[in-house]
């Protein structure tokens, strides 16, 4: 999401507004700011610390600066996010600048490594002046490469805060400065009598240069390997941003093409694409004929055709032909703006163990200087050698690392987001993810999720007392009449063969069963049998007998009564998406047990269910009740998601535990759905599942990581059982454990759901064996 300063109108009534933090180093870090910004009356704030952003919600009396002050205050800086502008600053700066202090500490910590251990393994082989060449070694390396570190911390200090480059600051002049007194003030040699060993639990005598280098260069390393991950992770927003076209070729009144910037596109401007150039924004063509490549926004690698009357979408390319294309959505409604805001929603949010983890670090930093504090007390009060002491209380400032516990859901939302977004798959939030792990039952509307949604009339039938162009006259003014897919391939077929249709009074709509109106003075009545029955109209025994033998043969009836009397028959089919046939084996294999629930007649519901391998059907269930189908599935102790079409199944995707629309053209913006799949091809399905449950897998392995990571490491720290070299690896690794494990989504492919294996007992690949025509386009 692009924030801008709000207007003085949008900050009468209150406004939301994002903001860059730059110089937080840790989840510490993020919870401190967020607790400065939650201070002021009337405002609500998020921190990230993956994304460096902040998400304030403020009312109409807090200006924006006040926020920005509130921010320094805490010891960080704040911007307002511009169009486009990565977060924290350029990502490739930050990486140049940590890349030329961890290259001198290595020229120096090295070779200062190398000599300190050489010199404590071999105290013969000590030479005059060899505290002076290892200090030499030190200084630049605990100095000028160690001074994002010391910076931060000073800054901290100075607003009477801490965060992890304070233990890091405290742990590196801690260490440097007792190894100077060590050497000078007691003239005690380096020396490890017991070996390797020795030299590991660090025996009384010891000095610590090498350990100053080491946790820096760790720490330099650790940033750097972050900072490139994360920026990795994130790259879906930047992909995104980089989508759009910069300036446009748009037609004056004389058909004249000037090019203006984006920006300045209206609505029903009209603009030229040509091969190569990418659509400015979302339209419709007027003219021309070509192909647009949408893989950027749907996955769908291959080009479809475009002509005039058909829908293009901003941020696709043209591969081939001119199209002259009138601008429907411009702005903050395209498509791929909205897209961008759901991905950047998604990684802003938040799961329940993160919050806890956020909490943890925000008194995480103080409490660990205060062991440190103890740790060192408890081994004096234990009459140990004050190096001793020193050592442990060291290794428990070094060791210390809420940087995992911050990074553990962002880094994997982050990553999970970008690559679904590739698929055409977006996961507005972390509800979506523990919704999906917990699923068992898949319900499938029918009409423009399995099937197509283009109804055909294949059949017609007529008692003795009309023919069938009366009937066809008649039933298609009704219908002309609706937006149904049914009621659009009756009036299509009336219009062909008879032209326009006569004019309809007192028409009514009666969603989900059919319509009635009067056309030429007679009382018409078009829906399903059950329909007519109810208003007194039986099917004679001919037409029933045909309903019944066409509806055996999956076909969708619709019957028309003239003047309260049953006169003709209709048969129609809609053709099943071929994508389908591949969707449903493949949920099975996920151990999910499907239900197809539409709005028509149980034998055509059976027909389709049985050519596709679902289990259970539920028919005849009117749009309205679609929700109340899926509230007793979950009466029934089961956990429900529902796949739709977007437009009618709302109240159902809301009311389900998991709503997945899978949508298409410019309809993205559907709130009550938590899964959105783009493309247009159902066996998605199954992958947008498998995605949600691996990135929830990451993201509580991320967290069980870096809560246990801590639980572990500081008592034994405290011990005595770690040495602070050990200690200061372990510390970058631990942050550098949990963004690499999220970087592993990235590689999440369309193979993905087919590996995936179904719990024990769950259905298996024998379905596909029953179900002969799976791969098959077919009708019904």
Not at 4 to 32: D, F, H, K, N, W
Not at 626 to 636: D, H, M, P, T
Not at 696 to 704: E, I, K, P, S, Y
Request: contains cysteine.
């Amino acid at each position: 999401m692009t924030s801008v300063a709000p207007s003085e109108e949008s900050r009468s009534e209150g406004y939301s507004v994002e903001l860059a933090i730059t110089g937080m180093t840790c989840a510490a870090c993020a919870a401190r700011v967020r607790r400065k910004l939650n201070r002021v009356e009337g405002v609500s704030a998020e921190v990230n610390y993956a994304t460096e952003k902040a998400t304030v919600e403020a009312s109409g009396e807090v200006a924006v600066e006040r926020l920005l002050r509130q921010v320094e205050t805490a010891g960080y800086r704040a911007e307002l996010v511009e169009p486009d502008a990565p977060a924290g600053g350029d990502p490739a700066e930050r990486v140049r600048y940590l890349w030329r202090r961890l290259v001198v500490a290595l020229l120096c910590g090295v070779p200062l490594a190398d000599l300190s251990i050489t010199l404590a393994l071999a105290p013969s082989l000590r030479f005059p002046g060899w505290p002076w060449v290892l200090l030499a070694l030190t200084l630049p390396v605990a100095t000028w490469c160690a001074w994002p570190f010391h910076r931060q911390a000073l800054v901290q200090a100075r607003h009477g805060t801490t965060s992890m480059d304070t233990l890091v600051s405290i742990g590196i002049v801690a260490s440097a400065c007792w190894s100077v007194y060590t050497v000078f003030a007691h003239r005690h040699a380096p020396t490890a009598e017991h070996g390797l060993l020795g030299l590991l639990l660090r025996p009384a005598g010891s000095v610590y240069l090498d350990v100053a280098a080491a946790v820096t260069v760790f720490m330099l390393a650790g940033r750097l390997l972050e900072a490139k991950a994360k920026h990795r992770a994130g790259g879906a927003l930047s992909t995104l941003a980089a989508l759009g076209a910069r300036d446009v070729a748009v037609l004056d009144e004389r058909g004249r093409e000037n090019r203006v910037p984006v920006e300045r596109l209206r609505p029903d401007d009209h603009f030229t694409v040509r091969p190569g150039e990418t659509v400015a924004t979302d339209g419709e063509v007027l003219r021309g004929h070509g192909t647009v490549d949408t893989s950027t926004m749907t996955g769908e690698p291959v080009p479809v055709e475009a002509s005039a009357g058909d829908r293009v979408v901003g941020g696709t390319i043209v591969t081939s032909g001119r199209l002259v294309v009138r601008a429907t959505r411009v702005g903050s409604d395209t498509q791929l703006a909205q897209l961008r805001r759901l991905v950047e929603r998604a990684q802003h949010d938040k799961a329940r163990a993160q919050r806890l983890a956020d909490r943890v670090s925000g008194w995480f930093v103080p409490a660990v200087g205060l062991l440190a504090v103890l740790t060192f007390l408890g081994w004096w009060l234990l009459d140990a050698p004050a190096e001793r002491a020193f050592s442990a209380a060291l290794t428990v400032l070094i060791i210390a690392c809420p940087c995992a516990l911050g990074l553990a859901t962002p880094t994997a939302l982050l990553a999970a987001t970008g690559r679904g977004a590739q698929l055409g798959i977006f996961i507005k939030g972390h509800r979506a993810l523990e919704s999906a792990r917990a699923i068992d039952t898949v319900v499938l509307d029918k009409t423009g999720t399995l099937t197509t949604g283009r109804m055909t009339v294949v059949d017609l039938r007529t008692t003795a007392e009309t023919d069938t162009a009366t009937l066809l006259r008649l039933a298609g003014a009704v219908e002309d009449a609706c937006e149904h897919a049914v009621a659009l391939a009756i009036s299509t077929l009336a219009r062909d063969q008879l032209g326009e249709p006569e004019p309809v009074a007192d028409f009514t709509s009666l969603s989900g069963l059919g319509a009635l109106g009067t056309v030429d003075g007679r009382a018409v009545l078009v829906g399903s049998a059950r329909l007519l029955r109810e208003r007194g109209s039986e099917l004679p025994d001919e037409l029933e007998a045909r309903r019944v033998e066409w509806e055996r043969l999956g076909r969708t009836t619709v019957a028309v009564a003239v003047d309260g009397t049953a006169q003709g028959l209709f048969a129609l089919t809609d053709t099943v998406k071929p994508s389908a046939s591949r969707t449903i084996p493949a949920l099975h294999r996920l151990g999910l047990r499907t239900v197809l629930l539409s709005g028509d007649n149980a034998s055509t519901v059976a027909a389709v269910a049985g050519r596709l391998g679902i289990e259970e059907t539920r028919a005849e269930v009117l749009p309205a009740d679609k929700a109340a189908a899926v509230a007793r599935l979950r009466a029934e102790g089961r956990t429900v998601a529902m796949v739709g079409d977007g437009v009618n199944d709302a109240p159902a995707l809301a009311r389900a535990d998991l709503g997945i629309a899978v949508i298409s053209g410019t309809d993205v913006a559907l709130d009550a759905a938590d899964l959105l799949l783009v493309r247009d091809q159902l066996d998605v399905v199954p992958e947008a599942i498998t995605l949600a449950r691996r990135t929830l897998r990451t993201v509580r392995g991320n967290l069980a990581w870096a809560f246990g990571y801590n639980l572990a490491a500081l008592p034994l720290a405290a011990l005595g059982l770690l040495n602070p070299l050990i200690a200061a690896a372990a510390m970058a690794l631990s942050s550098l454990f949990v963004v690499t494990n999220s970087l592993r989504l990235r590689r999440f492919g369309s193979e993905a759901s087919c590996r995936d294996t179904a719990p024990r007992g769950s259905p298996t690949d024998e379905r596909t064996a029953e179900n002969p025509r799976a791969g098959e386009a077919t009708t019904v």
